[in-house]
């Protein structure tokens, strides 16, 4: 039976609340991911800038930002190969990690909406069986967003200048504005696909499919449910802005905007991502007809 958004939201917070071990995955995730940009910031300190610190006498303790941003710039143009190997290593791997755990987390949802109640093993057989998938199908989502860049490539070849371009952009009217209007192009083109994609990934880990069959389906459910899923973005992008109008009444208020610092990152990685993905879950499970356990018809439910 297909549900409407409201109670879609209402029994996602339900399901969310009476399992909130759905939110293990993402921290997990925040986690190991922040770990590993940790320690590949001490590598890349330890291997690149302290042999150059070194090389010209200066003390760490004592340099200043502009020499600092100078050695920087020093490593960067004498290395770039190498670090952009590194970087481009870093990323895959951290998008592979989050592949892992977002597979776990849909899983978990789905079994959550299925029969009640969610375990962390769900958590390790669901990303187990997709995360390949799931990874294959996020570097093809990556490609899809990356190929709007079309739409700024008439603004880079007006621009006979570059350098002028960075520095007085004023003084290249015409090319600017070409650039902007490319740049929002393409901001709009990312915008749209996510939108249109939205249920990819969710119908992959469901259906346990392929990323082409994953990529075909999710266009399709998007095609036949429209209004649902902007709602759903609508709804979700309010909540974003409503938290971020209350950091910002809070921000003047110098105990409280430390408080409210830890608190953002908490709701933003406990909170909101688990939320979002029951929702998108339920979404998909009650328009393709997949049965909802309904907590509500429990006997001992108040």
């Known amino acids: 039976m297909q549900q409407d958004i409201g109670t879609i939201i209402n ?16 921290i997990l995730n925040f986690g190991i991911n922040g770990l590993l940009a940790l320690m590949a910031f001490v590598v890349f300190v330890a291997v690149f800038v302290m042999p150059e610190l070194s090389s ?8 200043s930002p502009e020499q600092m941003l100078s050695i920087l710039s020093s490593v960067a143009i004498d290395h770039m190969i190498l670090i952009i190997a590194g970087f481009a290593f870093i990323m895959v791997l951290m ?3 989050q592949s ?12 959550a909406m299925e029969t009640g109640d969610t375990h962390l093993n769900d958590m390790f057989f669901y990303g187990n069986q997709n995360v390949v998938n799931l990874f294959l199908t996020s570097i093809l989502l990556a490609l899809i967003m990356f ?24 003084e290249t009217a015409a090319s600017s504005v070409l ?16 939108v249109v994609l939205s249920i990819v990934k969710y119908a992959l880990v469901v259906g346990n499919l392929d990323p082409m069959s994953a990529l075909e389906i999710g266009f399709r459910f998007f095609m036949g449910n429209k209004f649902d899923i902007l709602l759903v973005w609508l709804i979700l992008i309010s909540i974003s802005v409503l938290i971020g109008i209350i950091g ?3 921000s003047s208020v110098p105990v409280l905007s430390t408080l409210w610092t830890f608190a953002d990152i908490a709701i933003s990685v406990a909170v909101i991502p688990p939320l979002t993905t ?3 879950t339920r979404l998909y499970l009650s328009r393709t007809g997949r049965n909802i356990h309904d907590v509500s018809e429990l006997l001992d439910y108040p």
């Open 95 to 97: 998008m592979f990690i």
């Open 147 to 170: 190929a709007g860049i079309i739409f700024v490539v008439p603004g880079v070849l007006a621009v006979e200048n570059l350098n002028m371009f960075l520095s007085n952009p004023e």
């Open 248 to 250: 910002e009444g809070i």
């Open 179 to 194: 650039f902007a209007i490319g740049f929002l192009a393409w901001m709009l083109y990312i915008l749209v696909a996510s």
């Open 11 to 26: 029994k996602g917070f339900g399901t969310w609340t009476r399992n909130l071990n759905i939110s293990l995955p993402f």
């Open 100 to 111: 892992y755990f977002t597979a776990g987390a849909i899983g978990m949802s789905k079994n």
């Open 278 to 280: 029951i929702w998108w």
């Open 56 to 63: 010209i006498g200066l003390d760490p303790a004592n340099i």
